[in-house]
């Protein structure tokens, strides 16, 4: 037997979503970024320059050291981890089944002073900017920020706000 379901949305009160919407009354949803999974080829440079370099808090390091759970992570922000999968987790047979070629870029911010301090920490490992600095639209409006990559190959964005810059047009194509 088939069974209708019917949903009905209840009026959200005005927000920032709201103000988005614009005349287009949709729905807009609303999400936070709980974590991203990068495939590390080399768990312990991984671990190194997330912990290391980009100086993100190991979670679960220890823990999976031991055998007792299959991944370790860091933190982002409170609400925010990545998971490094070890390559045992992911390498297959068929490169069709693994998911890799997915994922473009993430972006992290900060402040200025960390962003350059990342800038010489890159620099005294012999980590290369792929790009920038330049100035480039993200989620706060137009910041600038460089472009380079970790052991496994992924690349990551790395970018700071300055207020009084943060809603200029961007004079890049990003």
Known sequence: MNQVIQVAFLPLPATFYDKIAGADRRIIMKYAMDHIVINAVDIDATLYFYTEILALPGERVE?????????????ITEDTIIDLFP??????????????PNLNHFCLSTNKSDWVLLQKKLEN????????PAERWG???????????????????????QHEKADHPCVLTS
């Open 125 to 132: 490992n012999n980590i290369p900017v792929d790009d920038g």
């Open 63 to 75: 823990e999976f050291r031991a055998n007792l759970v299959p991944f370790p992570s860091v933190r």
């Open 139 to 161: 989620a706060h409006g137009t910041g600038t920020s460089i472009y380079f990559r970790d052991p496994d190959g992924n690349v990551i964005e790395v970018r700071y706000y």
């Open 87 to 100: 390559k045992k987790m992911w390498e297959k047979t068929n490169p069709d089944d693994v998911c890799r």
